[in-house]
């Protein structure tokens, strides 16, 4: 499984990245690719917190996937 990267503009400019499969994961930037760098680090940030507590993480053959 990848995580996949939602990417889309806000009406007041802003880029707006999302990963569905982490629920909560939610990144704004002021250009495209900040959002989408915001959004995977914090997806790591998540994963990593889910090990560190002994919980359950999707097993993972790449990364991410950007989309739109």
Do not use: C, K
Request: no cysteine; aromatic share 4%; glycine share 8%.
């Amino acid at each position: 499984m990848n995580l996949t990267v939602e990417v889309e503009q806000e009406e007041d400019g802003r880029w707006l990245a999302e990963v569905p499969e982490i629920p909560g994961v939610l990144a704004y930037g002021r250009t495209r690719q900040e959002a989408i760098s915001r959004a995977q680090a914090l997806s790591l940030r998540v994963l990593a917190d889910r090990l560190e507590h002994g919980e359950s993480v999707p097993e993972l053959s790449g990364v991410f996937s950007v989309v739109a």
